[in-house]
């Protein structure tokens, strides 16, 4: 599909600026900004090698990422609304982790005819003052719509990430214990190595790959019979996925997307229905991979093929309702 016949909402982007907020390259972007094969070199001493390969480039983490580069990367597509989702902001000392709600809040989006329809934020449920920090993200801005906090780890250790593939059982328990609670499973639960080797040894052979996919199948379906759970169609271009597309120096076709991404979506899609999943592009993230316009392309193709009465709820109405934009 080359258009869609409504403007999308994007609920899963990242914004962010290096050289005026709290980030993980602040202090290499100061210092070596002005030279990029510098500065990349620098991010790589300096950051573990599992980060590095979940990332795959670091150019897009130390450049800013802000509205005018998202509308950018739209092409002729047209966003009505977007999520910022937190981006690992830095300062994580007393309640600093809100100056992001605050900075996300002042972006000018209404300059790209993009409207701000929600600020996903961070928390640790387990600091004392979390329920302050929540009210302060409340008052910093009336488009906060919750949290989100990493709590991931795989048994490989050489992979760094969120919620993968192999815990889904533990977001399915989760939301068994919390039945009210909207839960939204970001990147499809991510099946790290699914394409390729990453980390020490996952997804080395095509028996490793088609388990994780065959696992990956199972604990989605099981996580799809709890109803308050949705889950987004996004981050399936991440080189921790096992793509190599950065290492061979260029962007994924729209036929390569298509074939990697169809079989996952078309399996969300069996279990969730087309009223419990959502399009979002985690952008900048997968740009390493393609770009955004080829991404939409190819997804919304899928999802037609699917059911062409699909394509509206996943890539707008459902978002829309989640997060009450």
């Known amino acids: ?7 999308i909402i994007d609920p899963h982007i990242h914004q962010w600026d290096p050289y005026n907020t709290p980030h993980a390259a602040a202090f290499a972007v100061k210092l070596f900004g002005k030279y990029p094969k510098l500065l990349d070199k620098m991010v790589r001493l300096l950051k573990p090698k599992d980060v590095i390969e979940t990332i795959g480039l670091t150019e897009h983490l130390t450049a800013p990422y802000l509205p005018a580069n998202y509308n950018k990367d739209l092409g002729h597509y047209e966003v009505e609304q977007i999520v910022h989702v937190e981006a690992s902001w830095h300062d994580q000392k007393g309640t600093g982790v809100v100056d992001e709600t605050r900075f996300v809040a002042g972006l000018p989006f209404d300059q790209h005819n993009i409207q701000l329809g929600g600020i996903v934020a961070t928390a640790d449920p387990r600091q004392k003052n979390f329920k302050q920090l929540i009210q302060l993200h409340r008052e910093a801005s009336p488009k906060f719509r919750g949290i989100r906090k990493m709590a991931a780890v795989h048994p490989d250790k050489g992979i760094h990430a969120w919620v993968y593939s192999s815990q889904i059982a533990d977001v399915t328990a989760l939301a ?34 088609a388990q994780i996919f065959s696992s990956w199948q199972d604990q989605l379906a099981e996580l799809s019979e709890c109803r308050n759970v949705s889950t987004k169609m996004s981050g399936l271009f ?6 190599d597309f950065h290492q061979q120096k260029r962007l994924a076709t729209k036929q390569e997307l298509l074939e990697r991404a169809a079989p996952l979506i078309q399996h969300t899609l069996d279990c969730f229905g087309s009223e419990r999943l959502m399009f979002a592009s985690n952008f900048p993230m997968d740009s ?27 890539f707008y109405e459902n978002a829309k309702a989640f997060y009450k934009l």
Request: aromatic share 6%.
């Open 288 to 314: 390493v991979s393609s770009s955004l316009v080829n991404i939409i392309d190819a997804f919304s193709d899928i999802v037609q093929d699917y059911d062409e009465n699909a394509l509206k709820p996943v």
């Open 238 to 243: 991440m080189p921790v996925l096992g793509h």
């Open 176 to 209: 068994k214990a919390f039945p009210d609670t909207p839960i939204v499973l970001d990147h499809l639960g991510t099946p790290a190595g699914l394409f390729g080797k990453v980390g020490k040894a996952t997804g080395k052979t095509e028996q490793d790959r």
């Open 1 to 7: 599909m080359q258009q869609l016949p409504f403007p």
